[in-house]
């Protein structure tokens, strides 16, 4: 089976500063997709990047960006300039092909002005 | 555009009743699915709808749960003699095609309450 886990429950960070959140997954598939959501406190999910493994290069989205290390398993969303509105609750999320999508147990992100 | 929708925000129910939840997904959208997330946890997947066809209900736990999506729209989400384990969150999201792989929109979730 496959899992997703995010070993971070709760971090913080200066407004402007960047942060690093982690996420590490476990799968024997080849292809498969990544993804991170943001789930504000008004609790509707938002798609934030994704990532497909057969493309080698890192997904980017303006100030977010991952990094990608698909022989670690590792899928981890770097935010710069942290701004306040990015204060939320964050989850990785794994999907093999054809299959549904298995989120981790998220972080919770607090951006400090 | 307008996004997922869905209703009540909130349910209240007593253990033993039966409630209904609605989804009305983005416009034109193909897929359509239903997550459980219970408190501090993620989201877990329950259901899967291709237009009126529901083609994994792999995630359902137990036979009180039923889905359907009659005309290939609105959903609704039926729990029947609910038990208080079954208090969470109860996300529905639409995506545009039918690749279970396409980016999935979300609602805001009915946040449902068993006493």
């Known amino acids: 089976a496959q899992t997703v886990t995010q070993s971070q429950p709760e971090m913080s960070v200066q407004e402007a500063e960047t942060v690093t959140l982690s996420c590490t997954y476990d799968?024997?598939?080849?292809?498969?997709?990544l993804f991170w959501y943001k789930q504000p406190p008004s609790r509707q999910m938002i798609l934030v990047i994704r990532q497909e493994a057969y493309k080698q290069q890192n997904a980017t989205e303006n100030r977010f960006s991952v990094n990608f290390q698909k022989a670690a398993k590792s899928f981890s969303l770097k935010i710069s300039d942290s701004q306040l509105g990015d204060t939320a609750m964050y989850f990785c999320?794994?999907?093999?092909?054809?299959?549904?999508?298995?989120f981790g147990a998220g972080t919770r992100l607090t951006v400090k002005p | 555009g307008a996004g997922v929708s869905q209703s009540p925000r909130y349910k209240v129910a007593k253990r033993g009743q039966d409630v209904a939840l609605r989804c009305d997904p983005i416009s034109g959208h193909v897929s359509l699915f239903w997550y459980q997330q219970a408190l501090g946890q993620g989201p877990e997947f329950l259901t899967y709808?291709?237009?009126?066809?529901?083609?994994?209900k792999s995630g359902l736990p137990s036979d009180r749960f039923f889905a359907e999506r009659p005309e290939g729209s609105v959903s609704t989400l039926k729990i029947q003699r609910t038990q208080q384990e079954d208090s969470a969150v109860y996300l529905c999201?639409?995506?545009?095609?039918?690749?279970?792989?396409?980016?999935?929109?979300f609602g805001p979730g009915t946040r449902l309450t068993v006493l």
């Open positions: 799968t024997s598939e080849n292809n498969y997709y």
């Open positions: 999320a794994f999907m093999k092909l054809h299959n549904d999508m298995r």
């Open positions: 709808f291709q237009n009126e066809a529901q083609l994994d």
């Open positions: 999201a639409s995506s545009e095609d039918r690749s279970r792989t396409d980016t999935q929109y």
